[in-house]
């Protein structure tokens, strides 16, 4: 693939689709913002792809463009790690919706020119899929060898096996479900109020002027706390106050600034989150994520959707995740067993809750590692 | 008691005061609004203060003047109930800070005559509890047969022991902490982040304007999830979609409506609770929960706390309760033990999370009952 101008890093293509939307309508053209990493080898059997959570993008092992930090992955991404540019041909692709180049609410309407704001279609898990599909096949790639994701990348490794089952040889889902739970819509639902009740908003036209960062900002807070545990913030902060300036420990405030560590943590979180992140791709891609079901157009019978997958699956949960607890991973598996899919499944202890599949964890990337794998010697 | 009008429903009264703070301040004069129910018998033995929670008042048994309903706690207090005016002078007070008369940020403030707004001193528990103490000196109540309270209502109740340890003879501490955790205190400040990013909060300097009920809502919204458990919350709403208003079950919208029924459900949550409550109290009320930590100002050792306490202590959890979990209770068990004080602690199983102690629970019924009956034979 040397000197293929479709794989590499930075690299953008605007193709023509349509994406067929769960909603009925077609979207088109549709934007494609993508890394690749590593090469696809001669028979075309090497090719992973990477899919990102709500807030994530596709600079898995990449630097990130605003933040200049490094990529979101690289724990597993990259030399001599289970995803492995010199074996695999890596594929990250920004989800439709998103704000990081892939078609999303701030994207320019082709038919008036401006923003879509609101009149971004509403988009599914699915809907994000199909559209992954369709730049797939411009980058020549039929069948992936696997597709990996944590949280809602796992919701679309999923969906990758029930909607191509053909495509899929492995499927890795951590830290994930096969549907939003209850609580989970009701914790996004409060981002969404948050993001709508800041007057900045304007009913998503805020583009050119000054984004609802307060609203975001609080969305982002909410949404936090949900990917840590109760035990991982306790051992993090505990009670602790914020040290003063000159790096005493400080005293209560009788006032309302962030007297306590974890405040002050929380409020950072907000505060960076608006500087690199769409509160209208917000707003969208929680709603695909509380319309995911993937049961539900299958008569609530789960295996149903893995009816046709020849795929091998891989399922991590971690003990402390209480977002999507190990509960829904062994549903799944249920499932997939009940289709009589290849399934393995572990729960991993961490105290870091939902976002441990984010931090080091070796015996994830050892059982990631192992199952990759023994799929390639197949 | 017959024609003392101390006594009764509705009854507001300014004392002088001042309520020493915790944060060294002095507060004069102190209003109070509060609801007795029962007569005092000869030997002011029968005084019951029930304290409430954070969004409670004094409407225990009574009905609330702008919702119309009933009061929040007569499945516990009334006729035949373990807390019974036959039997018992109830008394409940509006904790300072609050908004339902009793001295808050939305009180006149005697130095300008305008409403306190953030000039209202941040305040603590132990306040709430020395103001109370205040109240109880003017009603000729020295000691109370029991003090009650469910989650912050614990609080006072445990405060109350601590502080005033010749005062009390029991305490009923129902689904509450003797700390605020990290996780606590990081729901709240997404709470206090909400209302403070509303522009029409403008520091506090609302009052005779439009409140910054958008914000008050979201506060409202994120701590209302906290209330109720992830199985409660699937009990209760799942992922079923809102009936069309024909009946018919509804369809997805693919839009931003509330689509669910638990979106719906939590919005009227947030909209309906602006109209009963006042933004800046909710940020006092919350911070002086953060604040709480029983064992602080005792070197950390919660048993210290109780040293010269010579109350019976009765403690009930609920399982599903994730805001102040089982865990929570037995630590204060466990130091009640310590400290030689007698203590009972029962964990009721519940699908109903943090809400329980205001639902129906026989179960907890019938142990105040007893524990209530057991003390008065004494």
Request: glycine residues 10%.
């Amino acid at each position: 693939m040397h000197g293929d101008e479709r794989f590499g890093l930075d690299r953008k293509i605007r193709l023509l689709g349509p994406v067929k939307l769960d909603s009925g309508a077609e979207f088109a053209p549709v934007d494609f913002a993508y890394e690749t990493y590593g090469t696809l080898n001669a028979d075309k059997s090497n090719a992973i792809l990477i899919c990102h959570a709500l807030t994530g993008d596709q600079y898995v092992a990449s630097k990130h463009p605003i933040t200049g930090k490094d990529g979101w992955w690289t724990r597993m991404v990259g030399a001599g790690k289970p995803i492995d540019p010199a074996r695999h041909c890596i594929i990250s692709i920004n989800v439709m919706g998103s704000c990081m180049g892939s078609s999303g609410p701030a994207s320019a309407d082709p038919s008036t020119g401006g923003p879509y704001g609101m009149a971004f279609p509403v988009i599914t898990i699915g809907d994000m899929v199909r559209a992954q599909a369709i730049l797939l096949d411009h980058l020549g790639i039929g069948t992936l060898s696997a597709v990996v994701g944590g949280s809602m990348g796992g919701m679309q490794a999923l969906s990758w096996a029930a909607l191509y089952p053909e495509r899929v040889r492995s499927a890795v889902i951590i830290a994930s479900t096969a549907r939003h739970s209850a609580q989970n819509i009701a914790f996004h639902e409060v981002g969404r109020q948050a993001i709508m009740a800041d007057p900045r908003w304007n009913n998503g036209a805020y583009y050119g002027r000054e984004a609802p960062a307060s609203g975001l900002a609080v969305a982002r807070m909410a949404a936090h706390i949900t990917y840590l545990s109760e035990a991982g913030l306790t051992e993090k902060f505990g009670r602790r106050l914020q040290n003063r300036p000159d790096g005493t420990m400080g005293s209560k405030s009788f006032g309302f600034d962030a007297d306590f560590q974890v405040e002050s943590y929380l409020r950072y979180q907000g505060l960076s989150f608006v500087d690199r992140f769409d509160a209208n791709s917000y707003l969208y891609i929680t709603r695909a994520m509380d319309y995911f079901d993937l049961a539900e157009p299958h008569d609530g019978v789960l295996a149903k959707a893995f009816a046709a997958t020849k795929a091998r699956f891989c399922l991590i949960s971690f003990d402390s995740d209480w977002l999507y607890p190990t509960s829904e991973s062994r549903r799944i598996v249920h499932a997939l067993n009940a289709a009589g899919a290849a399934a393995s499944f572990v729960e991993l202890s961490s105290p870091f809750g939902h976002d441990s599949f984010l931090l080091d964890a070796p015996e994830m990337n050892r059982i990631v590692d192992g199952f990759l794998r023994a799929g390639e010697n197949l």
